[in-house]
Structure formats: structure tokens, C-alpha cells
């Protein structure tokens, strides 16, 4: 079962502060969307208003096609996982899972018996016993999530889930839940200001800012064609350069900078408004010999071994630091600290974007 | 205690050690160990003290069974000695006052900590502790004057049209006990909201509303995730209103009816009246043995731990 949620120019002001401001986007059933942004963003407060505990200042959310104003948390067909996970303490492990199905009359052994198949579902067998103190955290996380998917939800909600797991639980978990949600098809909704993990798992990822949505798009438009500078700069590293727009032709811009005069794709819509240039340190190249387009001369500063790629810095004559990521793979000469090269890019690969959309 | 030292000196510790000792010989454990030797042995006219008469046994307790009177409860009539039957009624209705207070904190030390804004909360609770600003027993006889034939409450009720007379409440509409009841709650009510309060403000709000999430009906999300939460705060405040009203001595005597007696008021008058402090030693600790089985029972029946109330 999965459900469309559409949130409609939703706003949410909590007193005279906007917490949450003009918030179009659809999520598709059985979608795996997710809401990206920095601590403050908004993004816990987009959770409660679908789940029925914040109503929205205004605004119309609808979750299958029906206006869900006014309906409280217990009839939305939504089942939220909370950042810190609230699960139950006094209850043992399959009363937590059946929960949903206790307050909705169901006996005891139907419920018992579909605990007990939700623990195999999120790969937990035998821990109906147990208490939820005695779990580990990955443990817990996944009786979390058997207890959303015990009332069969139409759209699970999940609020930063695995912030408190270590790296490589938090890796397994991703995976884990991912698979959870493609056998289970339930649209999920998830939230997180780790980059990394709202790439890595989603069909589609919002990013937000300061309560406004920058752009919805899959994760490689997002991180190849971000819409503008906060978006390429949150989503990724970026080297960013300030100056001024010349001529443009065919989508591309010359861009004047004191540190030279570069050539890069101009954002549609661009224009007007303050623009910056961005840079991915991967599409930066170092060479020794000079000539060619959006060629400067830096002098190499530090070089960092970061395993799979090496971070280098370097600085123009002007002053200007850069980052170059150059991949371990023996295709790239790794260059010399305070070493004479040319720091090339691909004017394809810049962008020059606006700084952060307005209301959209 | 080396820390204690270091900080402030041999001198004051010293002093401080001595009168806590002090404290605790002389004043506690002294006259309570001279009573308890005193409630197994007769009493005497001060001649025949220390004298052959002057000898051990279980006399005195055993005057808790004596004069046996008729009595019925629930239609089936019988005997009890006399004394039992104060004693039982006042466990009844220190339980049906442990209860009301109960029924009356819950809800309150719920809205208290989950519902009402934070800003507001210091001047709520300093307007429940008004009333403890004044003495007990001027809050006793506050209630002596609301309840009495022509006072405030009749004048009201029989105003609104409510009552076509004024009623005897002191004489009890319901049972005998009735305004001793409504003085108990009244003096003990905090005792229940604050634990209670203290437990529920404990519980993560994110479990309230996870509950909620999935499904559950507002008593359900009591009756399964908040009350087994609060019940140690629970626990702990059934205990001290029970045993509070059980030995409170002070509104029982304001607020009595013709036909109600509560325990302490019996061993006040074995201790006062009748001089026999020998017996009313023996009563009291007769009475708070029974009310410490009273109270272990209950706790028991409940599931109710001795370290849950601790917490
Ligand atoms: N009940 C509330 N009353 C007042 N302000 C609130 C309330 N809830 C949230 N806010 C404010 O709204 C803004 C957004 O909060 P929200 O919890 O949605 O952020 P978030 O994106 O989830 O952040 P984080 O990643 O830190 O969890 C914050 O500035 C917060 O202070
Ligand atoms: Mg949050």
C-alpha cells in the first residue's frame, strides 16, 4: 500500500517565525523522497505536518488524493520514526511491533504471530522477548521500523533515523532500509542533513533551505546540475569563485574574476541577481603544461591521502585557494608540494548559478 | 567524610557529626526504644513501678481485641472488638482518600507536565502551593466553617436552588467519615500531584506522541505508555497519602462526625485521657505494623517494587 502526499504551498510559522515556507512538492507512491537540508531547515517540521502533529499555518496537504487537514496523528495513514526512536521501555520487543495492532483491537496471537514476522522482515529474529533496553542500535532501529510497518502505513516517515549509529552500521542500515522499502513498496519519506545518504538512497531527493524548498530533483541532477549556489555547495564540495557575468553564447558565459576571466555554463534564470561560479574539486585538473581554456597558474600546497581520492590545494598568484581531487587510480601525476602547475577545468563542468532561489 | 574535613575544619565537623549524633540518640532513636519497652509492661500506680507486678507481656497489644461489639458490613452482621473496627475504618477510608487524591493528581500532574506551556508552569505551581502556606490546622477549620449547618457551602447550594435545606455535612451524608475525607484530600492532595508530576514529566513526550502515531486512543496511550511510566511517582504517592492520613490526628479531631474515630484518635485517648501511655505505646506500634502490612500488601498486589519508589 502507498499513498501520494502533496503538499500545497505549505507554510508554518511557529509565532512570528516562518519555520516552514512555501512548500510545494508531490511525492509519487511508492516513492523514496527525501528532505535534505542543514540543522534548522525546516525538515522535522515537514515530517509533523504530514504526521498530524503541527497543522500548517497554511496550505493544503493531501495524502492520496484526500485533504488530511484537522485529522489527528491517530487516523493519518502515516507512521512517523522518530529521531530518537521512541520506543516503548517497559514493553518487550514484539508488544512494541504490535502496538499499532493492539490499540486497534486485534488478539493476541494474530498479533503475536505478525510480530514475529516483522522481525524476520527487517532480519531480527528471536528478539520478540527481549526488551528494547537490551538491544543495540542498529537492533533498535530495525524494531522501529517493524513497528511503523506493523499499522501498514501508506507513507512512512523518517526523521534522521540513523544519526545515531556509527559509520558502518549507518552504511548497512541505508542498504537495509532501502530494500525494506522496494519489498514493501510503501512510500517512504525520509529525513537528513547527511548528503551522502540522501543521494545514496533516494529516487528523489528536496533540498532545503531556511525553510524553503531549493530544488526537487533525482540525485544526480541534483548534484550535477545543482539550481543554484546553496544547493552546489551543501550537496558536495565546491571550489567558488566571485565576479562578473561578460558575454554569454549557447548557455555559456564568460565570468571575470580577479583572478583571471573564465568560461562556464550559465544557469538558466541566472541573470539576475548575485552569481557566483562553482567548481567540483574532481573536475579540477593539474598540469604542468600551460595553454588551453580556464587555465591559471597556482603554486601546490598541501597534498592530502584521503585513500580513495588525494585532496591537493593549491593557490594562485592572486591569492585564490582551490581544491583539486584527483582520483587513486594511478591515471592522474600527483604533483609535487610547492610545486609550479596550470589548473585547468572543463567549462561543461562549471556552473555559474544565483546564489539561492526566492520564493520558487 | 574526609572530604566533609577538608572543607570545613576539625572544629566544625566535629560539632556537625556530634549533633546529628545527637539528633538521632536523644531525640529519635532514644524515646522511641523507651517506648517500645514500655508498651510490654502494665501500667501501674507509681508505687508498684519496678515492683513484682511490674512484669513483661503481650497485655497491652491484646487490648486490640478486646470488647468485641455488633457490627455489619455489606448486610452480613457480626462481632468485632471495638477497636479493630476504628482501625479498619480508618484504613478504609485512608484508602478511599488515597484514591480520590489519586483520581484528582493524575489528570493534573499530567496537563501539568506535558500540556501546559513552560512559561506558565512556575505560576501554576505556586498557586497550588498557596494553601500550604497556611497552617493545617487553620486549613482544617477552614473547612470546619464551609461545611458547617449555617455555613458558606449550604448558603450556596440552597441559594443556586441546588438544595431545598441546608444539610448536615459534619454529620456525614454518604458515611460517618465524609468531611474527615474531604479535610484528608484536601491537606494531602500535594503529596499525590508532586510524584506523580516528577514521573510523568519524566517520560520522553516523543513516546506520547509515537503512541498516538500509531494508532492509539488518547486513554489508550494512558492506560499502556504514561501510567506504567508514572507508577513508581504513583507508588510513592500512594504510600505518603496513606500513611499521612492514616496518621493524621489533627483534622480527624476538627472535622469529626458524632459516629466516626479514627486510630490515632484512640491512642490519644489512651495516652492522654486514660494516662496509660503503656498501651498507647503498644497501640502505636501495633499500628504502624498493620499499616506497613496494609501497605506491603497493596504494593504487592500491584507489582510495585520497593526500589521503584526510591527512584
Ligand atoms: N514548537 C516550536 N516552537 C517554536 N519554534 C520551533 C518549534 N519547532 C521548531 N521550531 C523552529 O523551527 C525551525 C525548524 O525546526 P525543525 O525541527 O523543523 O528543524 P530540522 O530541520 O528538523 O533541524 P534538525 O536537523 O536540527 O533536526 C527551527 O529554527 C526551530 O527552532
Ligand atoms: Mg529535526
Known amino acids: 500500500m502507498s499513498a501520494e502526499i502533496d503538499l500545497d504551498d505549505v507554510c508554518c510559522d511557529f509565532g512570528s517565525f516562518r519555520a516552514v515556507d512555501h512548500v510545494s512538492v508531490k511525492i509519487r507512491p511508492g516513492e523514496f523522497f527525501s528532505f535534505l537540508g542543514p540543522s534548522g531547515c525546516g525538515k522535522t517540521t515537514i515530517l509533523r505536518m504530514i504526521s498530524g502533529f503541527t497543522e500548517p499555518s497554511s496550505g493544503v496537504i493531501r495524502i492520496g488524493g484526500k485533504d488530511v487537514r484537522g485529522q489527528r496523528p491517530n487516523q493519518r495513514p502515516t507512521a512517523l520514526i522518530f529521531q530518537n526512536l521512541a520506543l516503548f521501555p517497559l514493553m518487550p520487543v514484539w508488544e512494541n511491533i504490535a502496538f499499532g495492532l493492539e490499540v486497534r483491537g486485534v488478539d493476541k496471537a494474530t498479533r503475536r504471530a505478525r510480530a514475529e514476522e516483522l522481525l524476520r522482515l527487517v532480519d531480527l529474529p528471536g528478539a520478540a522477548d527481549k526488551m528494547a533496553s537490551q538491544l543495540s542500535g542498529g537492533q533498535r532501529q530495525r524494531v522501529a521500523i517493524a513497528r511503523a510497518l506493523a499499522v501498514e502505513p501508506a507513507v512512512m516517515l523518517l526523521d534522521e533515523p540513523l544519526s545515531a549509529l556509527d559509520l558502518k552500521l549507518r552504511q548497512h542500515m541505508r542498504a537495509e532500509l532501502r530494500s525494506i522499502q522496494k519489498r514493501t513498496g510503501v512510500t517512504f519519506i525520509y529525513i537528513t542533513h547527511d548528503q551522502g545518504e540522501a543521494l545514496a538512497m533516494s529516487d528523489r531527493v528536496g533540498v532545503m533551505s531556511q525553510g524553503r524548498l531549493q530544488q526537487v530533483a533525482d540525485p544526480r541532477e541534483i548534484y550535477n546540475n545543482p539550481a543554484n549556489g546553496f544547493v552546489a555547495s551543501f550537496v558536495g564540495e565546491m571550489n567558488i569563485l566571485t565576479g562578473d557575468v561578460g558575454a554569454t553564447a549557447d548557455g555559456f558565459a564568460s565570468y571575470a574574476t580577479p583572478h583571471g576571466t573564465f568560461r562556464a555554463r550559465l544557469a538558466p534564470g541566472a541573470a539576475k541577481g548575485p552569481v557566483k561560479l562553482y567548481i567540483r574539486p574532481e573536475h579540477v585538473v593539474l598540469t604542468p603544461d600551460a595553454g588551453g581554456e580556464n587555465a591559471v597558474s597556482v603554486t601546490v600546497g598541501d597534498v592530502a591521502f584521503e585513500g580513495n581520492f588525494i585532496s591537493v590545494s593549491a593557490t594562485t598568484d592572486s591569492g585564490k585557494h582551490f581544491v583539486a581531487e584527483l582520483r587513486n587510480d594511478g591515471s592522474a601525476t600527483v604533483p609535487d608540494p610547492g610545486s609550479r602547475q596550470f589548473m585547468r577545468f572543463d567549462a561543461a563542468r562549471a556552473a555559474i548559478l544565483p546564489d539561492e532561489t526566492g520564493t520558487a | ?311
Open chain 2, 1 to 311: 567524610m574526609q572530604d566533609l574535613l577538608r572543607r570545613y575544619g576539625a572544629t566544625l565537623t566535629g560539632t556537625f557529626v556530634l549533633l546529628v549524633a545527637f539528633w538521632l540518640l536523644a531525640l529519635v532513636i532514644l524515646p522511641n526504644v523507651t517506648l517500645f519497652e514500655a508498651s510490654f509492661r502494665p501500667y501501674l500506680p507509681v508505687v508498684d513501678v519496678g515492683g513484682p507486678k511490674d512484669t513483661y507481656s503481650f497485655d497491652n497489644y491484646r487490648k486490640f481485641l478486646n470488647n468485641p461489639v455488633d457490627t455489619s458490613f455489606l448486610g452480613i452482621s457480626f462481632q468485632l472488638p471495638i477497636h479493630t473496627i476504628t482501625f479498619l475504618n480508618t484504613v478504609l477510608f485512608s484508602a478511599l482518600v488515597t484514591f480520590i487524591t489519586f483520581v484528582m493528581s493524575y489528570p493534573l500532574a499530567y496537563y501539568l507536565a506535558k500540556i501546559v506551556n513552560p512559561r506558565a508552569l512556575p505560576t501554576l505551581v505556586l498557586l497550588l502551593f498557596v494553601p500550604l502556606w497556611v497552617s493545617e490546622a487553620l486549613r482544617a477549620f477552614a473547612w470546619y466553617i464551609i461545611l458547617t449547618f449555617n455555613g458558606p457551602l449550604n448558603a450556596a447550594l440552597v441559594g443556586m436552588g441546588l438544595l431545598d435545606a441546608p444539610v448536615r455535612w459534619q454529620n456525614g451524608v454518604f458515611t460517618a467519615y465524609d468531611a474527615i475525607v474531604i479535610g484528608l484530600v484536601y491537606t494531602y492532595v500535594l503529596f499525590m500531584l508532586f510524584p506523580i508530576y516528577g514521573s510523568i514529566q519524566s517520560l520522553d513526550t516523543n513516546q506520547i506522541e509515537a503512541s498516538e502515531d500509531l494508532g492509539a486512543k488518547w486513554w489508550q496511550t494512558h492506560w499502556r505508555v504514561i501510567l506504567p511510566h508514572a507508577k513508581p511517582g504513583i507508588a510513592s504517592g500512594c504510600v505518603m497519602v496513606f500513611m499521612l492520613s492514616a496518621g493524621s490526628l489533627l483534622v480527624p479531631s476538627v472535622l469529626p462526625s458524632t459516629k466516626s474515630n479514627w486510630f490515632t484518635q484512640t491512642i490519644q485517648v489512651w495516652m492522654l485521657e486514660s494516662q496509660d501511655w503503656n498501651t498507647g505505646a503498644a497501640y502505636s506500634f501495633l499500628y504502624i505494623l498493620l499499616c506497613t502490612v496494609v501497605v506491603t500488601l497493596v504494593m504487592w498486589a500491584f507489582k510495585v517494587k520497593l526500589s521503584d519508589i526510591a527512584k
